[in-house]
């Protein structure tokens, strides 16, 4: 029996897959949860459009994210914190902070955990953070952290 699967299948295929399968697999499991339909013209048809709505959904994702990686590239985010001795800060900054700052300053929100800090910065200076959206999309920001006055 040809059946094309409408949700992904453990060890057996994907969604949007074309597969032939034993008869009584196909009829006592995959057709009553509706986890695959018959091989039909009509039902290969819609999978085509699926397939094609799903490309250009991400098609549109990816000039969005290259977009949002070109405007954050060489942001300088500027952050103020109380600082002792030898320019130790007396806690630390953290990709929570930086992202809320660079929200702040402009305007551009990115999910803390898409902000690659290695550890916490706890001295004040300058530093490159990497911020990843993509798989292949790593914009660089320039993070400056200084004394706090008073």
């Not at 074309?18 to 009584?24: I, M, R, S």
């Amino acid at each position: 029996m040809k059946v094309v699967f409408l949700q992904d299948v453990p060890h057996m295929a994907v969604a949007g897959e074309v597969k032939e399968v034993a008869d009584g697999y196909g009829r006592n499991f995959l057709l009553p949860k509706k986890l695959a339909v018959l091989a039909t013209p009509s039902a290969l048809k819609m999978v085509e459009v699926d397939r094609r709505a799903d490309d250009l959904r991400r098609a549109r994702s990816d000039a969005e994210i290259a977009k949002l990686s070109q405007a954050l590239e060489g942001t300088q985010v500027v952050l103020k914190a109380h600082a002792g001795a030898q320019d130790r800060l007396f806690g630390s900054i953290t990709s929570a902070d930086i992202a809320r700052e660079l929200h702040s300053q402009s305007g551009i929100d990115i999910d803390k955990r898409r902000i690659e800090l290695e550890e916490p910065i706890r001295h004040l200076g300058s530093y490159e953070v990497a911020i990843r959206l993509a798989r292949d999309m790593i914009p660089k920001i320039k993070v400056i952290v200084e004394q706090e006055e008073g």
